[in-house]
């Protein structure tokens, strides 16, 4: 047999793409940096866990059912969904987390010489999707840490086919009031597919911030992610969403893998839906966390940026990555901003008081 | 980059296709007639060599690169027991037998290219790669304007007449700051950066003076070595510092760069940025020595790796890993007296203006005591100073040679995390 000849069957821009590796899990890194312990705050993981009749379902589902496939489009979610937002079930898309239907936008819409527009220090994903899909990712930085319309405008041209807003944006917190979603949306005019991210949306609780699924009838251009990960407490079992116009959801669901999303994270997450309480006791440890470490911070002397979501981000006098090695010796798991283009920045998610003290505690022995 | 290739089997009836191939394909990618020849001399001779050593009906693959300031040509090869000695600098033929003549033919193309080097592929195949740089003329006389303190400036990658100012500016500057020669030559430097092996990023003020820039280049697949951040008539300003640092750091980020790391830091470097892994001896002709630190920043979370540690250096590592909180699975190993060939081969990297050499392991032998000796005795004669060793401590056999090393006088002097395999430890040679 002729030796495989990887490189003529690899397009250049997958040879060109590194591979994303996640951290390992956490008893190999308790091994890695002698710990008997790790408080995971890289993840803007939920620290109460899934609401409560999430986790009945969770416990109460049978063993059984693991032999079944699930519903292959998440039909009792989607009617869930579509009763919440008054809206048809078929303009909603549910994927194994927000990233597949990230891949899901990108595959129906981008064809070789197309390019997506997004922000240079925001979640990573819209980026890498577009790269590893042959596709040109054009990356607009932030003004003052915040989306920037007038230079996301000025990169659109024929071959913009989608933009991708992170609202509030991940890692810095800013966000777009309404009037400036819709100002964009005005002027991008249907000329291309704009993505609005609102994977932290149920964290914010300031009045100008929009509810851009509301938007989705006055622009049909108008995509919403939302995921089940963050507030909901449910990012082991993978479901996210989107909504948008029936016809431009159609659309997408020619690209879409059906099957992707398991029972248990379809059931869990129909439950969670209802529960107003567990976004107000989350909202509450937030917003003490927050103020705990804005305080502490401001004692330690170290600038921060913070606004909405479950997260912080810190500038430290030492590398980030050293900082992040440093704090694993001590059991504490931060994200390294460095991979977000914030050299010397950590992002550390939000958490109950007491780790949020251990945190302080730990930072203050490695500075 | 633009690349040629052709398959060919190994039998020296051929010699003439592969060496006009060389010999056009050279001149086509912008390399001078002399250029040109030489690195076919050098491939003929490689080629021949390879007839000669591979036995059986073999297929070489010859690739020819374009690199805008360098043409390279790579000889793709089964990876079977050949000996490869004579591409040791110090090699020179032991006899008038047929087979040192052979070898001879090796060493003359050893020394008539800028570059050899020979890698794993993969577990079958070696790779051995010849690199021949373009020639340029010198910087020329001309009038550099005077830059003022910037209290305002934008940074921004530069065309190429700013890349040529850039490079008339640092020998000015910098003049006895150490940095690879080939930043003195405008055009050299334009076509480096042309070709993407290299980066550049200038500070400029509002009438497009140059206030400072910095460099960067690949050391490896992994690792990025930069040079600066050089501030010309800026001292004090932190935050142009800052903003070149800024900027090559996250042009690097979310890319398969997992580190980078600077010999030479400068005195505007911020040292807040990185770690430091270690210091350097800078030693000049005038026995004058300098101590650099070096710095090195990851840019990933570092996920664990293991090392082929030897005993002689074990309590240096485990400071150093304890020191810098690395995670890594460490393997005491020694020599056991395993079969590893009669001669080890090691390539040289020379950099003459630097009056440097970095020396690394090819291939295991059981001389490699004498070689290192000899490699010394040759760097001696040429009045060489600054003499480096880099082991990889992912390769086991490579973990074989420090005690060699330190036996001839080496030193570990510094950690480069993930730099090689797994890390790398840079020996300097005390004069």
């Known amino acids: 047999m002729r030796p495989l000849a990887l490189n003529r069957l690899v397009p250049s821009y997958i040879k060109s793409f590194e591979a994303y590796i996640p951290s390992k899990p956490d008893e190999e890194l308790k091994k890695l940096y002698h710990t008997p312990f790790l408080h995971r705050l890289n993840n803007n993981e939920n620290y109460l866990g899934p609401p409560p009749a999430a986790q009945e379902v969770i416990k109460k589902f049978p063993p059984m059912r693991a032999s079944i496939y699930p519903s292959g489009d998440s039909y009792y979610l989607r009617q869930k969904l579509a009763n919440k937002f008054n809206m048809h079930p078929d303009q909603f898309l549910i994927g194994n987390g927000a990233n597949e239907v990230i891949t899901f936008v990108v595959k129906a819409f981008c064809q070789k010489g197309d390019n997506i527009i997004t922000a240079d220090k925001t979640f990573a994903v819209y980026e890498w999707v577009a790269i590893f899909s042959g596709f040109e990712a054009r990356l607009v930085p932030l003004r003052d840490y915040t989306f920037d319309d007038e230079g996301m405008l000025e990169r659109i041209d024929k071959k913009t086919k989608i933009i991708f807003i992170c609202n509030p944006n991940n890692p810095t917190g800013t966000y777009w009031d309404k009037e400036r979603i819709k100002r964009f949306l005005e002027r991008v005019d249907n000329r291309s597919i704009v993505v609005v991210d609102e994977a932290y949306f149920e964290f914010v609780e300031k009045e100008d911030y929009p509810d851009c699924i509301s938007l989705i009838p006055e622009y049909p251009n108008l995509i919403v992610f939302r995921t089940f990960s963050k507030m909901y407490g449910l990012a082991g079992l993978r479901i996210g969403y989107l909504a948008g116009n029936l016809e431009v959801v159609n659309t997408v669901r020619k690209t879409c893998v059906v099957y992707s999303v398991n029972a248990i994270a379809q059931e869990a997450a129909h439950a969670a839906l209802d529960d107003m309480e567990h976004i107000a006791k989350t909202r509450k440890y937030v917003k003490e966390g927050k103020d705990f470490l804005k305080n502490e911070l401001i004692r330690m002397g170290l600038p921060y940026i913070i606004g909405e979501g479950n997260y912080i981000m810190i500038k430290l006098p030492i590398n980030d990555t050293l900082a992040y090695r440093k704090l694993m010796g001590q059991g504490i798991m931060v994200r390294t901003m460095t991979g977000f283009r914030f050299p010397n920045h950590i992002r550390v998610t939000i958490s109950g008081l007491p780790i949020m003290e251990a945190f302080i505690e730990g930072l203050k022995k490695i500075l | ?431």
């Not at chain 2, 600098?89 to 040192?100: D, K």
């Open chain 2, 1 to 431: 980059m633009k690349t040629l290739k052709i398959s060919t089997p190994l039998h020296t009836d051929f010699l003439p296709v592969i060496t006009n191939f060389i010999e056009n394909t050279s001149c086509v990618f912008g390399i001078d007639k002399q250029g040109a020849l030489k690195l076919t001399l050098a491939s003929e001779e490689v080629f021949t060599y390879l007839c000669n050593v591979i036995q059986g009906d073999k297929t070489l693959d010859i690739i020819c690169t374009g690199g805008i300031y360098f043409v390279a040509v790579e000889f793709s090869f089964d990876k079977i027991e050949i000996d490869l000695k004579a591409f040791n600098i110090t090699a020179t033929p032991s006899s008038e037998s047929e087979e040192s003549f052979r070898e001879m033919g090796l060493l003359i193309a050893a020394r008539s290219v800028d570059s050899l080097s020979l890698e794993e592929a993969s577990d079958e195949r070696l790779v051995l790669r010849l690199i021949k740089e373009k020639s340029y003329p010198p910087s020329g006389a001309i009038e550099l304007p005077h830059i003022p303190p910037m209290a305002s400036f934008a940074l921004k990658v530069p065309i190429a007449d700013e890349i040529k100012m850039f490079s008339r500016l640092l020998p000015v500057h910098y003049k006895d700051y150490p940095f690879p020669d080939a930043f003195r030559c405008p055009g050299k430097l334009v076509d480096m950066v042309t070709s993407t092996l290299y980066g550049i990023s200038i500070a400029t003020d509002e009438r497009g003076l140059i206030g400072g820039g910095i460099i960067w280049k690949r050391m490896n697949e992994k690792i990025v070595e930069f040079f600066g951040p050089y501030l010309f008539n800026q001292q004090g300003n932190n935050k142009m510092a800052e903003s070149l640092i800024n900027a090559c750091i996250e042009g690097l980020a979310r890319t398969e760069i997992i580190g980078v790391f600077c010999r030479y830091p400068t005195e505007a470097f911020p040292t807040e940025y990185f770690e430091s892994i270690g210091t350097i001896t800078f030693y000049e002709h005038q026995r004058n020595q300098i101590e650099f630190p070096c710095y090195y920043c990851q840019l990933h979370e570092d996920t664990g790796t293991y090392v082929y540690v030897p005993r002689k250096i074990a309590s240096f590592i485990e400071a150093e890993y304890k020191r810098l909180v690395l995670p890594r699975q460490v393997y005491l190993t020694e020599y056991s007296g395993e079969y590893r060939g009669d001669y080890s081969v090691f390539a040289s990297e020379f950099d003459r203006e630097l009056n440097q050499v970095i020396i690394r392991p090819l291939l295991p032998g059981e001389d490699c005591l004498n070689n290192i000796l000899k490699h010394m005795e040759i760097f001696k004669k040429e009045q060489i100073l600054n003499c480096f060793f880099e082991i990889d401590l992912g390769v086991v056999w490579q973990a074989y040679v420090v005690d060699s090393l330190m036996e001839c006088g080496f030193k570990p002097c510094l950690i480069i995390p993930y730099g090689g395999k797994s890390d790398l430890v840079i020996f300097q040679y005390t004069p």
